[in-house]
């Protein structure tokens, strides 16, 4: 049976550990959008795609790796996932560029450019903008890849 003594120290760790989770929170407030936020928290078209009309992959020069899956029919996306084993901010990229690449025609999609995704997503901050860059790259690839197929 706990004593009074081990009740306080419990109390006393689940308030550390409630200050720190605010201070995070606030944190990340301060330093990313509301949309970043969201996206990173919940992203959407997150997994893999079983064999997909186009793959595309990339490891960043930040070591993140992001892949993106299409299913492609009549010239429009009509699946994209994505993976990556990236940071928050990858996260949300790849989140928020496959909402806007979904529905498209290959060559509205292969248009995307960072600055796209960075108006999407609010702005990110300048150690992030390396994210924007690898997501649009990575989706472009799938995109290459689907035309080298349909070259064969």
Do not use: W
């Not at 006393?12 to 201070?23: G, P, S, T, Y």
């Not at 996932?81 to 060559?107: E, N, R």
């Not at 450019?113 to 860059?133: F, I, Q, R, Y």
């Amino acid at each position: 049976m706990k004593d009074k003594k081990d009740n306080k120290k419990d109390a006393n760790v689940d308030r550390f550990i409630a200050n720190i989770q605010r201070e995070i929170i606030e944190e990340e407030e301060a330093t990313y959008s509301k949309k970043v936020l969201e996206e990173c928290n919940n992203p959407k078209n997150v997994g893999r795609i079983a064999d997909p009309d186009a793959l595309g992959i990339i490891s960043g020069p930040c070591g993140d790796t992001m892949a993106f899956y299409l299913k492609i029919s009549d010239n429009q996306i009509k699946v994209i996932t994505f993976t990556t084993d990236g940071c928050g901010a990858t996260i949300a990229c790849g989140s928020m560029l496959s909402t806007i690449a979904k529905g498209k025609s290959i060559h509205d999609a292969s248009d995307i450019t960072k600055d796209d995704l960075l108006t999407a997503l609010d702005g990110l901050p300048d150690e992030n903008l390396h994210c924007s860059v690898l997501a649009v790259n990575t989706l472009q690839k799938a995109i290459k890849n689907y035309h080298e197929k349909e070259d064969k």
